[in-house]
């Protein structure tokens, strides 16, 4: 739950910086009204004045004498009112269901134009959300870049004993670093529809070296395709002139055309390949690529990509490769995005055999390792980083034939110390970030929570009559009766001296809340029910409450977020 003042905002926000501003301050400015009327995000106008009437009742001013409380329950009704206001009417509702409180307090977007519908204010919003991803685009460069470093380990399992023993030192293996490969590129916008790229790239392969430059202009056409110009050099290859264009044919298919030629020191080389590809249904893509050039191929595959795996099945036939390849992935559901992956790929070259995983070890970077088994390629580790936009590759050649024991380090290794980095260095890592940042969103709302806890604390002295009430009417009927309740972050372990619960008592607010020895909470944050406040902000919360049904006493857990109903057959 975040929290917020209830003042307006001064002033005028400029339509072009609406979406940002609302996405900077959404965290802590957008207030639940839902769960201030404890209503179903899709609660009918019934129920919303069913809660409305309940709710005016209980913080209606003129039910208060005392000067004090009569001022807390004019401030509570307000808020009351004001999300009846919102809710109660389509167009404010639909606005502040993508936008939050913040749509509904800054002055002169085309969004408040009464004559929009709900659809088109949603409408509108990714269009305001696409013109900051343009603002965006003008402002950075999108650098990418690939580093490739090969190792030759084949000393480890490839060597003989004889031949070490007439060498100083022959009992060590010799591990040499026998390629690398060094990529970079950068985007320049130079309008909302022209794109300038500048890349560039260096390699080296035991001794031997060359780099090449390239430019490529980009301009988008019209939304169904697009065209670039590249232009190359390099010291090996000699210069590139290239052409591509994009074109959607169809909603479920498009074709891309390219051609180029290369003005290498044995003379002119030119190149064509011409790809389509079609939507077979939700998930699955068809492809057909046909290229002519050094290296000439008709390839087909198909590719389906579903939520929890991923399939491909490919078919080449050229000059000089010609294969046929399949793969599996499957991705599990889980906070890491864990894959695990498996290929086998033969042709006039041999067989290769790969599998291997890949996890996410922190917001912007994913860890992955393969292993390739081939004939007669031998067994390589293959080990991959991506941070961000940055890629780091690690092939690490071990053997040139296949042996067993090659294959089983090059499978258990890297799993013993992914699991060593991670436990010694990962979790509290990330563990550390997850504490600063819960940190930071302390103080920056520490305001918030204050005001809240007061405005809670006023709701709960304008509940108590209201609350003596309901619990003679139940305890005459032998109905719902709440004991004890209580709202935030328990501690199970108490040894723990470092971490202290963080809870508050909830007692009085549930129980202003039972109707007809019924207690119903809907599926949104507890946080924002009147009386209620949130302890802990940024961390998992949960409602632990004691209560008596027909002389019978239960307790119940529940998250926080999780709707309620008790007694369980209401």
């Known amino acids: ?34 769960s201030l009327l404890n209503v179903r995000k899709e609660a009918t106008l019934e129920e919303l004045k069913a809660s409305y009437r309940r709710l005016c009742m209980l913080y209606h001013p003129d039910k208060h004498r005392d000067p004090e409380l009569k001022s807390q329950a004019e401030q509570l009704f307000n808020q009351v009112h004001q999300a009846y206001e919102v809710l109660s009417d389509a167009h404010s509702r639909a606005i502040y269901d993508i936008f939050g409180k913040k749509g509904l307090e ?184 046909w290229r002519w050039g050094p290296n000439s191929a008709m390839t087909t595959s198909l590719v389906r990509d579903t939520k929890s795996s991923h399939f491909t099945l490919a078919l080449q036939l050229g000059v000089p490769h010609s294969y046929l390849m399949m793969s599996y992935q499957y991705k599990f559901q889980d906070e890491d995005q864990t894959k695990v992956k498996g290929s086998v790929k033969t042709g006039w070259f041999g067989t290769v055999v790969e599998y291997g995983a890949e996890r996410k070890i922190s917001r912007h970077s994913v860890l992955s390792a393969a292993v390739s088994i081939g004939v007669p390629q031998g067994v390589t580790l293959k080990i991959k980083l991506s ?40 979790i509290p890592y990330t563990q550390a ?79 202003c809340l039972v109707k007809d020895s019924k207690l119903i909470l809907t599926e949104s944050s507890k946080a924002g029910l009147p009386g209620f406040y949130d302890p802990c902000v940024g961390e998992e919360k949960s409602l632990k409450l004691l209560y008596q049904f027909r002389g019978v006493m239960h307790q119940v857990i529940s998250a926080d977020t999780d709707p309620l109903r008790i007694p369980k057959q209401c």
Not at 3 to 19: E, I, L
Not at 465 to 477: G, L, M, N, T
């Open 106 to 289: 800054v002055e002169g977007w085309e969004v408040v134009e009464r004559k929009r519908t709900p659809a088109e204010i949603r409408e509108e919003y990714e269009r305001l959300q696409r013109e900051r991803e343009e603002r965006r685009l003008q402002q950075r460069t999108n650098p990418k870049g690939t580093i490739s470093v090969g190792v030759d380990a084949t000393d480890l399992f490839d060597r003989y004993d004889e031949d070490f023993e007439e060498m100083p030192g022959g009992g060590f293996p010799h591990i040499e670093i026998n390629k690398m490969h060094i990529s970079q590129s950068i985007e320049a916008p130079l309008t909302n529809s022209d794109t300038a790229v500048l890349s560039g790239s260096l390699s080296t392969h035991n001794g031997n070296g060359g780099g090449n430059i390239n430019m490529t202009v980009r301009r988008v056409t019209s939304a169904k395709g697009w065209g670039e110009v590249e232009l190359g050099a390099g010291d090996i290859l000699g210069p590139l002139i290239g052409l591509k264009v994009f074109r959607n044919i169809t909603p479920r298919c498009f074709l891309t055309a390219q051609c180029g030629l290369q003005f290498s020191p044995r003379g002119l080389r030119p190149s064509c390949s011409l790809m389509t590809a079609r939507h077979l249904d939700q998930n699955t893509m068809g492809y057909l690529q």
């Open 1 to 34: 739950m975040s929290f917020q003042s209830t003042g307006g905002v001064g002033g005028t926000v400029p339509k072009a910086n609406m979406a940002a501003s609302l996405d900077d301050d959404f965290e802590f400015n957008n207030q639940d009204y839902y």
């Open 387 to 426: 941070r961000a936009s940055q890629t780091y590759l690690f092939p690490v050649h071990l053997t040139d034939q296949l042996l067993p024991s090659a294959v089983f380090y090059a499978t258990v290794g890297p799993l013993l110390v992914y699991m060593a980095i991670h436990r010694l260095i990962i």
């Open 433 to 511: 970030q997850k504490e600063e940042e819960l940190e930071l969103q302390r103080k920056s709302s520490a305001t918030d929570i204050a005001k809240k806890k007061q405005e809670a604390e006023s709701a709960v002295l304008l509940m108590q009559e209201s609350v003596r009430r309901i619990i003679e009417a139940e305890e005459s009927k032998m109905g719902l009766i709440i004991l004890n309740a209580w709202y935030g972050k328990f501690v199970s372990d108490t040894s723990q001296k470092q971490e202290k619960a963080k809870v508050i008592d909830v007692t009085v607010p549930l129980q």
